[in-house]
């Protein structure tokens, strides 16, 4: 873990808890669309389509396949990232923070529209997970965003040391 930014870090405990958490409940859709979007981590999306957009139940079962559908395709970009991570740990290359940036702007999505529904039907106890998961999320986001910047400025303050490039046009043949 030498050399790990604070951003990365992070990122790899949200992906340690939103992999089973996300694809356990997206499960339970996938298994009984109707019932699994009744699960206390699906309510309040399933109660504000079922309530106030006044959807059939075949209406409900194709959001709950489209929800379930977005929780497994932010589980797999928190998988991508862990496996970059991995290689980057084991080969020293780069190229994580794409697959986390992804997983967090869905993610952040998805639980905000979740945290709006569970606020328009009077859940609190989803309200309260829904903002916890948000939170969470946004957080790694300017965690991430904040290291980023300092990073790319330390890297344009070094110095160029090497062979000075030579031009095609040089003083002597401008005369």
């Not at 808890?17 to 206390?40: C, D, H, L, Q």
């Not at 139940?57 to 959001?63: N, T």
């Not at 497994?72 to 084991?90: G, M, Q, Y």
């Not at 980023?148 to 005369?175: F, K, L, M």
């Amino acid at each position: 873990m030498k050399g790990w930014r604070l951003g990365i870090f992070n990122g790899v405990m949200l992906a340690c808890y939103f992999i089973p958490n996300w694809t356990i409940s997206a499960f339970k859709v996938v298994m009984s669309p109707v019932r699994g979007m009744y699960e206390p981590a699906n309510i309040a999306p399933a109660m504000f389509v079922s309530d106030h957009l006044s959807w059939s139940a075949l209406g409900l079962v194709r959001f709950a396949w489209l929800f379930a559908l977005s929780k497994f395709l932010v589980a797999a970009f928190f998988l991508t990232f862990l496996f970059l991570v991995i290689r980057e740990a084991l080969w020293r290359r780069r190229g994580a923070e794409e697959a986390l940036a992804f997983a967090l702007t869905l993610g952040s999505l998805i639980s905000f529209g979740s945290m709006l529904a569970a606020s328009y039907v009077g859940e609190a106890a989803a309200i309260r997970l829904h903002a916890t998961e948000l939170l969470m999320l946004l957080a790694a986001g300017i965690v991430l965003l904040v290291e980023g910047g300092v990073h790319e400025r330390t890297r344009a303050d070094v110095p160029y040391v090497g062979r000075q490039p030579s031009s095609v046009i040089s003083s002597s043949n401008a005369a």
